[in-house]
């Protein structure tokens, strides 16, 4: 049957979209190629809990080769990319951390001379950033300084530690700025979800259900106000018909059967590897380059916000396996762009836990690891006794940096896979080098007994940005502010791939955002929307 509106991917953006339409009256299908997940899946509770982590909860899709994941060839990319396919998409393998752009994000040209400005700004976005804060359950303190007022997180703020606080007090004899952190985990039970009992396994899957994402925050209210949410159902191409509209969408089910979904407007939410795969797998006449693509843009000017971590080991027991991961603390001392400096723009700082004794024992992050007899004083010194400054440094966009398709990579439906091309760029090295001697001067003032970095991250790969860039000019963007695309006006794209820039902060609360937005005008407008005869 023919849908008002078929939505391709059920993580941030598509659940916040198919909610707003649904609630509006409209007929909605939603296909994703993951399923569902209960919270007794995730691994948190059991005592192999950091083994599974490195494996069946992984958040490259290379390493988890599940059925549902699509692989990546990322031979030429600096970092590897991490996702997941579900119903609540990467949400399910997010830290929580819930940062909104500044606005000094909306308009990096006009500011600095570089890159591009966007087509909306973040006056635009405030209205949606606070009702997306109601329906994710963002927990932060009101009053931060960094954003402009008013910023009243709708719910209290999470504990921060005693590692968080040492840290604090530090940033306020240097005189630094710090905030303790927004994150959409719950503070209090609210709307049938449990408080945080501070598992700190948020990027594993939250067995409380306190970590928004929206299997549990969107997809049932949608589904009770009729929306049909597909599973198992991996989209192979968009369809457009004679017209030059877009008719809806071709896709392969478990079983290897072929199905096609029509609907009046489609709205690609697969992130920034998924949607630039499908547009360019939709290639056809007319679009011989893929879908939207007249400009040469779809796929390229990828970001992924290049990753430095800075760990300071204490002298005390502060139990930092516990605790929510996202941000306890935030830091945006040196965001902003500042002439006396070599690159431009800057980052933002999250301080978080550093895990457990697989984690202490292990190479990872920055930590060392020792084996033999010296084994049990490593792990005296560094099990609960660190925290780590993650540094997420502005990705300026780079049209080199692009997704492709693979010419023999495919996924186990036949369907060609996505390459990944990506360099960090000489300006992103020169911010992360400076923002983690910062870092250093941050803990030691703490005072750390001694501090490990590990200066770019290969995994890291969490923030998908760019490939499909919002823009006014159809020969230099892919779609409007509206996420609608330029050549095809019954397509819009609504996750990550739109951001013209980067930013230095997580985007997850943008994405949620803009898609509000999107699904707000769609509302407004759907009496004007061009569709299929």
């Not at 929580?96 to 500044?102: A, C, F, P, T």
């Not at 509209?245 to 029509?262: C, I, N, P, S």
Request: aromatic share 8%.
């Amino acid at each position: 049957m023919k849908a008002d509106v078929l939505i391709v991917g059920a993580g941030a953006s598509g659940g916040v979209v198919a909610r707003r339409l649904a609630a509006a009256g409209f007929d909605v299908v939603c296909l994703e190629q993951g399923g569902w997940h209960d919270l007794d899946e995730f691994p948190a509770p059991r005592p192999e809990f950091e083994l599974m982590a490195r494996k069946q909860w992984a958040h490259s899709p290379n390493d988890r080769a599940l059925p549902e994941d699509y692989p990546l060839n990322e031979d030429d990319s600096d970092i590897a990319t991490l996702m997941f396919n579900g119903v609540g998409g990467s949400l399910i393998l997010y830290a929580g951390d819930w940062s909104r752009l500044h606005p000094s994000d909306f308009c990096v040209r006009s500011q600095d001379g570089i890159a591009d400005d966007w087509p909306i700004s973040y006056e635009d976005l405030r209205p949606y950033y606070e009702q997306t804060d109601v329906e994710f359950g963002a927990a932060g303190l009101g009053g931060d300084p960094a954003y402009p007022a008013p910023f009243e997180p709708p719910y209290p703020p999470l504990p921060i530690g005693a590692g968080a606080l040492r840290v604090a007090r530090a940033h306020t004899r240097l005189g630094w700025h710090w905030w303790p952190g927004t994150n959409s985990v719950l503070s209090v039970n609210a709307g049938g979800r449990r408080a945080c009992a501070q598992w700190g396994t948020c990027l594993w899957g939250c067995p409380e259900g306190a970590k928004a994402s929206t299997d549990h925050t969107h997809w049932p209210q949608a589904i009770r106000d009729g929306a049909k949410l597909i599973t198992g159902a991996r989209v192979s191409r968009v369809l457009v018909g004679p017209g030059g509209l877009a008719t809806g969408a071709q896709y392969v089910t478990e079983d290897g059967a072929e199905h096609v979904q029509e609907a009046d407007v489609v709205i690609m939410a697969a992130n920034a590897i998924g949607t630039a795969r499908l547009l360019l797998l939709s290639a056809g006449p007319g679009h011989a380059d893929g879908l939207c693509n007249a400009s040469g843009l779809v796929g390229r000017r990828l970001m992924v916000h290049p990753f430095a971590n800075v760990m300071g080991l204490f002298d005390e027991q502060l139990r930092t396996w516990q605790g929510h991961i996202g941000s306890k603390i935030v830091s945006y001392e040196f965001y902003e762009t500042d002439e006396r400096r070599d690159f431009v723009r800057g980052a933002k700082w999250s301080l978080a836990p550093t895990g457990g004794p697989i984690n202490a024992a292990l190479p990872t992050r920055a930590g060392g690891s020792t084996w033999g007899p010296d084994h049990h004083l490593h792990m005296r010194s560094y099990l609960g006794r660190g925290v780590s400054w993650g540094i997420f440094g502005e990705d300026l966009p780079d049209p080199e940096n692009r997704v492709t398709l693979d010419a023999e990579l495919t996924d186990s439906s036949g369907i060609p896979a996505p390459k990944i091309t990506y360099r960090v760029g000489d300006n992103s090295r020169r911010c992360l080098d400076f923002q983690i001697e910062r870092a250093k001067e941050s803990l030691l003032e703490a005072g750390a007994y001694a501090v490990e970095e590990e200066r770019l991250m290969r995994h890291s790969g969490w923030h998908l940005i760019g490939t499909a860039m919002m823009g006014t000019d159809p020969e230099r963007s892919v779609v409007d502010g509206y996420g609608r695309a330029h050549e095809i006006e019954n397509l819009y794209i609504v996750d990550g791939s739109v951001f013209p820039t980067s930013g230095g902060v997580n985007p997850t609360s943008t994405i949620a955002a803009f898609a509000a937005r999107t699904a707000d005008h769609l509302i407004a407008t759907r009496n004007g929307q061009r569709v299929p005869a």
